[in-house]
């Protein structure tokens, strides 16, 4: 039996755009880093407007620490694919971003985008950049791998690829810290469990903002 998630692609477009957005100049910045006019934007918030892939591909790699929930309505926030923060996220809970985790997909990107640029395709053209990226399989069942093998091989030997295994090291030790701060729930440790937040939704006071997943309220 299949399912499909509560929310659209849609939606959660909507959602993001709606939780990032900062006020005057926001969607004047966002056309100028997305390439996608303003107009449009607006447009696909009030629902006149389908979102096209280039809107979609634009605000992923902007966050990236969103694409997982956009692409499919969950999160992986142990690895540091979140939703936004004003966005109730299930069957997960835990929202917290950390700032390494944002860095490395960041430099993913770059790299990828490096590797590219260097590699003398023309990219707008859909034949070769298929042809430049597929592995295929021999006859005897080996994987070959894609013409871009050698061009790899050479640029890990750069500053900037190494520089990138060190980032991914340190952001292993950020997803340690991480998961210690969920084991622990450290921010319970300041005060008394169930304790009351002025202004604060108390249908969550028993839980702690580094809780994984939901825990059932007392007397429930």
Known sequence: MSSSAPTTLTDRLILLIRNLDSGYGFFSALEEQTGVSSQRWRNMLRRTQNPTLDMIEALTRLWPQYA????????????????????????????????????????????????????GIDMDDEVARMAVSRKVRSELGHVQESPLCDLIYGFVETKDYQAFVEMAKDREKARERKLQSIKERRDLKRKPE???????????????????FYLPRPGE
């Open 194 to 212: 169930g304790s009351p937040v002025i202004g604060g939704d108390q249908r969550k006071a028993h839980q702690s903002v580094w809780d994984l």
């Open 68 to 119: 997982f929930w956009l692409a499919t309505g969950i999160t992986d926030a142990v690895n540091g694919h979140v939703a936004p923060p004003l966005v109730q996220g299930f069957p997960e809970r835990l929202d917290y971003q950390e700032p390494a985790d944002k860095a490395y997909f960041d430099e993913q990107l770059r790299l990828a985008a490096m590797l590219y640029g260097q590699s």
